[in-house]
Structure formats: C-alpha cells, structure tokens
C-alpha cells in the first residue's frame, strides 16, 4: 500500500513537473516571439531610416561628399555630381584639391599627397567659401561646411556639404558696388570726379583739429574761374565743362596727396593742405596753381583761355572752425577779383583788418536795409527831340553813421553776398512807386519811374503781385513804371514758370515797361532781345563814354541803336557827360539819354525844383565832377 502511495504520489510529481516545464517553455516561446517582432520592427524602421537617407542623400540640391581624412573621396551624392560637371567614378579616391581648384592655385602632387584633415581645427567649425571649378572650367563660389564623424569600424571620415552660392556672392557683389557708388556719388563731384563740399567740410574740420594738436597749421585756397560764363556762352556749356575738367586736372597734379581738392560750386573748388610752416607756402603753391590752370586749354581744335582768382588763408593757432577758414580764404578771393583777377591773396594782416571792417559793414547794411533807413536818388532821363524830362530812374545810397557816403559799388557787392538784393530791391521799388505818386499829385505827371530788379527780387514769388498792388494803391499808371533787368543776368527759358524770362514775360502783361541794363557789355545782349518780352534797352555807359575817342565802340553803340530801331524797341543812352555825346548819340538814331549833362541823381526834396526848372526850357550845362 505504502508502495503504491509512494508510486502515485511520484507520478503526480512529475505531472506537475512536466506541467511546469511546459509552461516555462511556453513562456519563453512567447518571449521570443516579442524578440523577433521587435527585432523585424527595428530591421524595418532602420531600412526605412537607411531609404530616407539615401533618398536625402541623392535628392538634395546641396552637394554631399565623404572624404578620408587624406582627402580621398569615398562618396558623393549626385548633387555634387552636378556642381563639379563630374561623374563619380571621376572622383572616387581623389583629392578634391586635384581638380576642384582654379588652375593658378591648383597645389602640386606632393601637396596634395601631404594634405590631412585634422578634427580638432576650429577653422571647420565654421562655414568656408572657397572659389572652385568646374570640368569645363567654369569658376563659381563654393560654400563648404565641414564636419567629422567615426565609421562603424571605427574609422573617421570628414563629411563635407558644399553649395553653389555664385549668383548670391554676385548679387552681394552688386548690392556692394551700388553702395559703394552712392557712398561715392554722396561725397565727390559727378563731373570732375573731385570731392564734393560735405566731403571738403569734413575733411577741413580733420584738418584743423589735427593742427590744432599739433601746432602745424592748415592752409585752405579758395579757387574762382574767371569769366567762366563767357567761356559758356561764347563756346558752349560742353566746353564750360571741358574747362572744369582742366582744373581739376591742374588742382590735383600741383597738390600734394596727403591734400584734398573739392569742387564745391559751379566754377568754385577749394583745396585743403594741412601741415603748411607759413605765409610765403601759400603763396609759392597759388603761384603754381595759377600757373597751371593758365595753360591754354585744347577742345575741339581751339584754344580756350581759362585763368582764375585764388583766395588762400592759413589757420589761425588752436582754430578748429572750418566756416572761419572759409569767410578768410573767401575774403581773399574777393580781394583778387576786385584786383582785376587773374591773380592770388593771401589773407594776412592787413586783409584781416579789412575783413574786419567788411564785415561790420555786412551787419551794419544788414540792420539799414531791415529798418529801412537805406536813402534813394532819383537820375532825369531826357529826351533830345522834346528837350523834356521823360523818366526817373531810381538809385539806392547809403549814408553811413560813421564812415559817410558809401558807394553802391562798396555795398551793392556786400548786399549780394548777404542775399539781401530781394530785400534791398523791394524797398527801392517801394521808393519809386511812392515818388511817381507824390509827383503826380505835384503836377508832374507822365514821368516814367524805373527801379532795379536783381535776380533775387526776379525770383520773389511775390513780385509781381506787390508791384500791381502798390500801382493800385496809389492810383498810377503801369505803363509809366519800368523795371531794370541787368543785361547779363541768367533768364532761363520763358517756358519754364519759375524763371526770369517768365517773370519778365509776367511784367509785361501786366502792362509794365522792362529794360535790359548795361546793355552791350555782356554775352548774350542779342539773344536776349530775340527771347525776352523787353521794351528796350540801356546802352551801357562804358560804351557810350567812348563813342567820341573809340571807332569800335562808336559801331557798336550804332548798330544797337539800329537793332533796337528796328525792332521797335527803345533805346536809352547810359552815362552821358557831355553835350558832343549826345549829339553824336542823337545822330545815331538815340533820342534819349540819362547822365551827368542832363542831372546828378537828386534827392526826392530837390526833384520840384528842378523839373520846374526844366519845364522853364531852361538850357543843359554839362555839371562837372
């Protein structure tokens, strides 16, 4: 019995053994069975990996190359392929420095034997731009980013990503030189290449500031072509500029590098010299500046006389104003045109004493022409037919609280330059205008008055509008006012609204009288009267002062009388001092004439007195001095 328990119980247990083991075994099959799925799902994903890889790899518009770290290809993409114009059996297991490089900086064999990759360099940290070439030895710009990475073998390789970025660099290649020349345009002059004012002004402030540290001044010369209009008018604005160009040609080949020179008007350069010891430098190298821009000038197989008027100053110690060089040297250049031109003056002394009263003179004229207190004259204009009085031309003085009578020669120049000639010009036709009333009303009426008008009071937007008020207001006649335009001023086309041709035309349909002034000493008098809407003209008194001892002048003062005759214009002879002259002008065909012989300019107070007297018919005397 014990026996058989014993046999049961034993078959029993290894029931239960072998149900165990096939449990465990099951167990393991299912744990395997997971292994085996998940080992496929990682087979399948890292040839999924390895297709999107490949496909990057061959599809991308940048070029992939792997290297040895000798230099050697093992792989490139098709991209690469394409920016080298090479197949892959031509590169695998060469240096790329063997062909990708212009021939000039091809290295030699044993270069390129030689070169290694090193890993730790920081220089492929970055992006580097290399100029290649293609197989048919085309050039373009290469980007190369470089990095380096262990094979499964253990191996390193550098794995370098190229890009053709040829038309980028072109492109910024463009941008730059655009920049370039608008930074270049922005500070030279477009003609004659030289540097333009801003340019000139930041240079001089350098300048003086480096003088100013160094004790060694600065000297600055102001350049002024003489009659550089006449140049345009008599040969045209080509040869203007052809004249330029020679200057500045002459500027830079007598000034020294360290130097500049700037052309910073029309026909006005300046030249800025630091490190100059003294007065007597200035003046050796005026010299030479003169010397050189006085070379005849060749154009179109004629030879153009060019000469100029020179300003020069040297910086005062410790000055660092560069507008305080430029007033000195331009003082100076006033000087030498006053001087007859042609010539150079050195601002010393003695011209900064006259400056110094100049420019008190400035103010002064300034505070005169702004509370009014400028006097104004009034010269008979005379007609030899009628032996009457016909017109008043109105004439600006200044008496001044210190220094007297000051000449309009001395301050008109000044008012200019001040840009004060609008202003000044106003208050004369004021002046005129308010005359023409009170003789009127003083039974002198029918006279015609006359004013200047500066191109500044030509280009008042208001002009012609104040000019008809005041005729308005005070009950005249706008035929018997007249306004003066000087001979040589710049007209412009009539076509063009804002010119001084339109503002004449303007005038003259308003119903106002216009003269050319000084008639017959500028360039373009006969154009002129061919372009301008005037009533007549002025015979300059330079002329007309020599038609008793000058043939040529006599001619000319007669064929203007003719012109102007003929084309219905009248004709007013200026400066006449003498009764020969005038019969020799009323010989000519000119009835009217203005000067000495008829009056001084009279002051408005004696104006009644004296227009009775030659209402009398009393007989002109010629009125020495």
Known sequence: ????????????????????????????????????????????????????????????????????????????????????????????GRNPLSFALPEDQTPSHQEIRAFRYDPDDPAYDSLQLHRNRRKNGELFWNQISTSFRKSAAGEHHAILICRDVTAQIEQEERLREARNKLAHEATHDSLTGLANRSAFLRFTARALETAAQTGRPAALFHIDLDHFKAINDTHGHSAGDAALLHVARALTSEIYTDAMVARIGGDEFVAVLPDIRNLDD?????????????????????????????????????????????????????EAKQRGRARAEIYDETLHRRHSIRSQRASDLADAIDTATLDHVFQPVFDLHSQSVVGLETLVRWTHPEAGTIGPDDFLPIADELGLMGALDLGSMSEALEQKHLLDKGGHGGLTVSFNASSSLLAHPEFVNRLVWGVEAGGLSRDQVAIEVLETTAFGKVTENSSHAATIRDLR?????????????????????????????????????????????????????????????????????????????????????????????????????????????????????
């Open 1 to 92: 019995m014990s026996l058989l328990v014993t046999a049961v119980l034993a078959l029993l247990g290894g029931h239960f053994l072998l149900g165990s083991l096939l449990l465990r075994s099951r167990a393991e099959t299912s744990r395997l069975a997971a292994t085996l799925r998940g080992t496929r799902r990682d087979l399948v994903r890292q040839l999924r990996e390895a297709e999107h890889f490949r496909m990057a790899c061959e599809h991308a518009s940048d070029g992939i190359v792997i290297q040895t770290l000798d230099g050697a290809i093992i792989w490139p993409n098709p991209a690469y392929c394409r920016i080298m114009d090479r197949s892959p059996e031509e590169m695998i």
């Open 282 to 334: 200035l003046r050796e190298i005026a010299a030479r500046i003169g010397d050189s821009v006085s070379e005849p000038l060749e154009w179109n197989d004629r030879l153009i006389s060019v000469s100029c008027s020179i300003g020069a100053a040297l910086s005062p110690r410790g000055e660092t104003d560069a507008d305080t060089l430029l007033l000195q040297a331009d003082f100076a250049l006033y």
């Open 509 to 625: 349909n308003a119903g106002f009288k216009v003269y050319l002034d000084d008639f017959g000493v500028g360039y373009a008098g006969l154009a002129h009267l061919a372009e301008l809407a005037v009533s007549g003209v002025k015979i300059d008194r330079s002329l007309v002062g020599n038609v008793q001892q000058d043939d040529t002048a006599a001619k000319i003062v007669r064929k203007i009388i003719e012109l102007c005759n003929d084309l219905g214009l009248s004709v007013v002879a200026e400066g006449v001092e003498d009764r020969q002259t005038a019969t020799t002008l009323l010989n000519m065909g000119c009835t009217t004439v203005q000067g000495f012989w008829v009056s001084r300019p009279l002051r408005p107070a004696d104006l009644p007195a004296w227009l009775e007297a030659r209402s009398a018919n009393r007989p002109l005397r010629m009125i020495s001095g």
